[in-house]
């Protein structure tokens, strides 16, 4: 499984960006889809993740400006940014779990100017 993550940039506060996240390779049995970020000096932290059955779960931090979604056809995960904060600036990196192995893509910068 390789994940491409493309979508991130720079942006002001209260501004919106939408990441994406492309898997190929079989992803049959894939667990859980997810977000992860982690900023300069951080520990990587878990942003959102959407299981197969379509459950959804949001860092505290996130819950209420970001959404996951998922396209199946397309084999694709995304992350739409709204009402981003300076404290959002990371490398946001995606992941599968599938056949219970963790699969990373390769990050992509966010960084909100205050």
């Known amino acids: 499984v390789q994940l491409q993550a493309s979508g991130g940039g720079l942006v002001q506060a209260g501004e919106s960006l939408r990441l994406s996240c492309a898997a190929s390779g079989s992803t049959f049995r894939r667990i859980v889809m997810a977000w992860y970020r982690q900023a300069p000096g951080k520990q990587r932290e878990l942003v959102a993740s959407?299981?197969?059955?379509?459950?959804?779960n949001y860092a505290d931090s996130v819950a209420g400006r970001f959404t996951i979604s998922r396209d199946n056809a397309k084999n694709t995960m995304y992350l739409q940014m709204n009402s981003l904060r300076p404290e959002d600036t990371a490398v946001y990196y995606c992941?599968?779990?599938?056949?219970?192995?963790?699969?990373w893509g390769q990050g992509t910068q966010v960084t909100v100017s205050s």
């Open positions: 992941n599968q779990v599938v056949n219970f192995v963790n699969y």
């Open positions: 959407i299981s197969n059955g379509g459950s959804i």
